[in-house]
């Protein structure tokens, strides 16, 4: 018989390409990696790794076995939803991850809620960027993310994981006072002479920026760049460029600033919760994910009125 365990090992190290990529996303150490797929390629008694150079290329046997792999796991989450579901029970610890922008404007309210509603449950949050936190649910280090993507970039999806879509929001210019109308949305080329203030953590969103840009017809000019919304606000306070950013990093504008939306492409990042596949029937998943949807709501009206 499989080892599920050893499955799932196998299953991560075709997501991170290395047995020590592995080892540290499952909490191990390498030579308990290897050795635990050594054992899974006599279970299955068929070769399943081949090197090459640093790396470890799954044979042809391996990556049926991971497809298989997938599911197995993905039924056993919902196994453990399923009775979970059964005593509708909120309670334990639900470790969870967002970005920064999520950590501040979205989960506080929500946790808090949760806390009202089930103070049985215990969350522990911590920060994490996408690509992390979606490997740590999938590797059940976390039970929840929120995560975001661009419009404008490629989707890389991930089959051991569950997407709910809670927000999309429009990326907004942020332009020093006076360097542009008052109302209404913007067109990027308009800015195409400004200097520019430009993400330095985000990586996704500087590969944004300059897509947008080209579909505009300019190479933006980067004068400054800041991985914290709030320095980047405040040299656009200061009149020293002009900045793109998402509505939940951006709102409220601070004096000096003006937030307007761009078109010409508009631009929209969609933020989302994660779970491991079958998981998302789990209570205290459900329960957080529900609290989520509420805030969000909360969020979205009070933009629309601000």
């Not at 300019?218 to 914290?228: E, K, N, R, T």
Request: aromatic share 2%; hydrophobic share 50%; charged share 20%.
């Amino acid at each position: 018989m499989l080892e599920v365990r050893r499955l799932r090992l196998l299953r991560e190290l075709a997501r991170h390409g290395t047995i020590a990529a592995t080892a540290r996303a499952c909490s191990l150490t390498p030579s308990a990696v290897s050795q635990q797929l050594a054992l899974l390629e006599r279970e299955v008694g068929a070769p399943l790794l081949i090197r090459d150079g640093r790396r470890l290329v799954l044979t042809e046997a391996a990556t049926l076995l991971v497809g298989h792999a997938e599911a197995v796991l993905a039924e056993l989450e919902r196994a453990r939803a399923s009775v979970a579901e059964l005593t509708s029970a909120v309670r334990g610890v639900l470790r969870v991850a967002a970005f920064p922008t999520a950590a501040r404007a979205l989960l506080p309210t929500a946790i808090a809620r949760c806390r009202r509603d089930h103070p049985d449950l215990r969350v522990h949050l911590v920060e994490a960027d996408p690509p992390e936190a979606v490997a740590q649910v999938a590797s059940g280090a976390l039970d929840l993310a929120l995560v975001y993507e661009y419009d404008l970039l490629p989707r890389v999806r991930d089959t051991g994981i569950e997407t709910t879509v809670l927000l999309r929001e429009p990326l907004l210019a942020a332009i020093p006072e006076g360097w542009c109308p008052e109302e209404g949305p913007i067109e990027l080329a308009e800015l195409a002479e400004r200097p520019w203030i430009a993400p330095h953590g985000d990586a996704a969103l500087r590969a944004t920026l300059d897509r947008a840009c080209g579909i505009a017809g300019f190479v933006p000019g980067v004068d400054y760049a800041s991985s914290d919304y709030t320095a980047i606000l405040a040299l656009v306070a200061a009149g020293l460029g002009v900045s793109l950013m998402p509505a939940l990093a951006g709102e409220p504008a601070p004096d000096g600033v003006r937030l307007r939306e761009v078109v010409g492409p508009r631009l929209v990042r969609t933020v989302s919760a994660v779970v491991r596949a079958g998981g998302a029937g789990n209570p205290p998943v459900a329960a957080m994910v529900e609290r989520l949807r509420v805030t969000v709501a909360g969020v979205s009206s009070a933009g629309r009125h601000a």
